[in-house]
Structure formats: C-alpha cells, structure tokens
C-alpha cells in the first residue's frame, strides 16, 4: 500500500551550514518546516574535509544567525573539526525538525504543490529550499593523457591527510585556498610541486573571509572592487609554507603522462600523484525532473529564487545563489532573505497563526 505524501508548507534538502541557517529563519518566522539530510550525523560537508582546513575567518566571523562560534583553542582560524562541532551544537541547541539520514531523489511539479520523492517516502511541501551543496560532485578538469597516468590521483574532497604521501613526489593542481592550504600540508611530508592556471596571489595577511565577503557583496551589487574570491586567504599553515618557501607556483601543465606531466614547451616531471583542487560542481540532480537548468548548467535564478519554478530557492550553491552563499556568514544572509520571500509569498497571516 502506497503511503499519502506527507505534506509541509516549507520542505529545506540538506542540513549543512545553509538548511540550519534557513532553518534558524523559518523557527523564526513560525513557519511548518522540516529538513530532510542524507548524513547520519551533524556538520554536512565539513565532516569529511582534511582535519587540517581552516575556515578563512576566526570564529567571530564565521557563525550562523544567533549563536556565536566559540573561538577555537588558542585562537585562531577554526579548523573543520571545531566547524562539526559547532554545527553539531547549532541544531541541538535550537531542536530544528531534522529528519536523516534521508535522499532525496527528485523533486517535482504537481499543481498546487512540489513533491520530493526520498528513500523515506514522499514529501508535499509548498515551497522547497535546496542547500545540498556542492561538496558530492568535484570536478576535475580533463587533459588529454588523464587516464594513462599510473600514479595515486586524488581530488581534494578525498584528501584525508599528509601521511600516504610520506617521501613521494606530489604535484597540487588549483591556485584557490584548498590548493594553497594542501600544499602547506603535503609539503611537510613530500616533494611538491604546485601548477596553477593563474599566479596565484596571497593576499596581506590582515585579510580574511570578512574582507573576501564584502568584496563578493560589492561585485554583487555592480560595485568596482579589488582583488578577487579567488586570492588566497593567509592562514597559519599557509604562511608557515609561505614562510618555508613552497609557496611557488608553475604555470600549467598541457598533457599528462604515465609517470607525470610535461608543458607545451617540451619539460616534464615525474610525480607520484596528483591532488587536484579544482573545485567542485552544485548537486542538482534531484531537481532534474524540473527541467530548469540554463545552457551553463545553472539554474537561473532571481536572488534565490528559480526563475522557472517560484515555489523553488536555491541556497548557499556560491555566488549565482547570493554573495559569498557558500560560506557559513554568507548563507546566513542568503538564508535570511530567501525566508522572508517565502513567508511574504504565504497568505496573509498564515505563518503567524501557527
């Protein structure tokens, strides 16, 4: 027997750093919500980020709306392990409805309503706000000769730590923070050799992600700015490499071998592995029944709304989703905003009589 869609005004896909902060908004607003995450436990992505990440900002700059992030021991950037505890704390503190661990595999269109089909059953909800991130789907660029290299390739979202790379021959692709940061890491342990598309620009090290996110909220709004989201923040282990001297990058490789790399002017290196840090790709795949992506594979959007389906918010995906909204500051404005246009596109006083 099939089991009745059970319904909710307000259904959130994902309780990372984005579903608790639209979350804290919809406790908020009073709203009929509940969040729906495929993680057993608490802290969304950062639970399976390398222990040695650093946020970009101290903690003070990098909370969710009403509660503070405790400063880490020490001071300090906090690291992934104190960013899953904080998270952790966040939802217990404010009992938000979580139900995990729980897939959701499509969401569609019926005529009142969108429906998410989970591993759970059916949800009936009449607004959705996706925030699964981006963290499930890295992407690594191709180069021709991708697939005869007989070394270790890793994407950063697998990296785990120094130590299988002890005594080897290691070559970073990507000049943005993870790049930068795995390099300071690696390099204690092994050769490294870091190729980036761009020279890569570490910025003073009195800029932080508090700087970093008024710049994206300036080029946002069509301001003029300097400098880019793409510098690299100069955390404690960055400067430590700095410091040592690794921070040197090579210009881009254009063929990969099977024992390493060579440039288009014919010199090679020999490499045990390869990290690539180059980014990752939003997970969309469940909304694919509606049909709404644009010819970049985004979804158009107005704010964080989609453009083809108004009951549909997209948040914390990066800034085609609001300034900086990958960030813990940045979606928490972002969540914000999206609640009040959910919450103005209610009744008049249906939220408030709950």
Request: neutral net charge; aromatic residues 8%.
């Amino acid at each position: 027997m099939t089991r009745a869609p059970r319904p909710v005004d307000v259904l959130v896909i994902g309780g990372g750093q984005a579903g608790l902060a639209a979350g804290y908004y919809l406790r908020r607003a009073r709203a009929d919500f509940v969040i729906l995450d495929a993680q057993e436990e608490p802290g969304g992505a950062w639970r399976h980020a390398w222990p040695s990440l650093r946020l970009f900002s101290p903690a003070q700059y990098s909370s969710l709306p009403g509660r503070m992030m405790p400063t880490p021991p020490g001071g300090g950037y906090p690291s992934a392990t104190d960013t899953v505890a904080y998270l952790a704390d966040y939802e217990q503190r404010y009992q938000f409805p979580i139900v995990r661990p729980t897939t959701v595999h499509a969401v569609r269109r019926e005529e009142r309503s969108l429906l998410a089909d989970t591993d759970a059953g059916t949800w009936q909800a009449r607004h959705v706000i996706s925030a699964t991130g981006t963290w499930w789907r890295p992407y690594v660029p191709y180069y021709p000769g991708i697939g005869d290299f007989q070394g270790k390739q890793l994407h950063a979202a697998g990296y785990r730590g120094p130590e299988p790379f002890h005594g080897r021959r290691v070559l970073i692709v990507g000049g943005a923070n993870s790049g930068a940061q795995i390099l300071a890491d690696v390099s204690t342990v092994a050769d490294t050799t870091w190729v980036t598309l761009r020279p890569p620009r570490l910025l003073p090290d009195e800029v932080d992600g508090r700087a970093l996110f008024a710049l994206a909220t300036r080029q946002t709004q069509g301001a003029d700015g300097v400098g880019s989201l793409g510098d690299i923040v100069a955390v404690p282990p960055v400067r430590e490499a700095r410091d040592r001297g690794v921070l040197k990058a090579q210009p881009m490789f254009d063929r990969i071998t099977s024992t390493g790399v060579t440039w288009p002017d014919g010199t090679s290196l020999d490499c045990d592995a390869i990290i690539w840090c180059t980014g990752f790709r939003p997970d969309l795949s469940h909304l694919a029944p509606l049909r709404l992506r644009g010819p970049d594979g985004l979804i158009p959007v107005e704010g964080t709304r989609a453009v083809g389906e108004p009951r549909l918010h997209l948040l914390g995906y990066g800034d085609w989703t609001g300034p900086a909204s990958a960030t813990l500051i940045g979606a928490s404005r972002t969540a914000r905003d999206t609640v009040a246009e959910i919450v103005r596109a209610m009744s008049p006083g249906e939220v408030a009589s709950r």
